[in-house]
């Protein structure tokens, strides 16, 4: 019969950089660490960020979706 070792974690350290050994410390650290990586970054411009992304509608299909619908089209979308 094997025995499955599961993994213990005993402490971690803070961010001030002090080792922390009880379990409500280690899930705070934790709490907050995770809670940081989910966090919107106030510093990031979102007209930055779309600067970089490949571009996957083209002029031309932008202006076929952006176009005003007439209401034929809508009568025969909605039967």
């Known amino acids: 019969m094997l025995r499955r070792k599961s993994n ?3 402490g971690m350290e803070n961010k001030e950089g002090t080792w922390q050994m009880g379990s ?4 705070t650290i934790v709490f907050y ?4 990586m989910f966090k919107a970054n106030a510093i990031c411009v979102p ?3 779309i600067k970089v992304l490949d571009h996957k509608v083209t002029n031309e299909m932008n202006q ?3 176009r005003v619908v007439t209401n034929d089209e809508v009568k025969v979308s909605s039967l």
Do not use: I, W
């Open 24 to 27: 409500e410390e280690v899930e």
């Open 64 to 66: 076929r979706l952006t």
């Open 47 to 49: 007209e930055t960020a």
């Open 8 to 10: 213990l974690l005993l």
């Open 33 to 36: 660490y995770v809670e940081s």
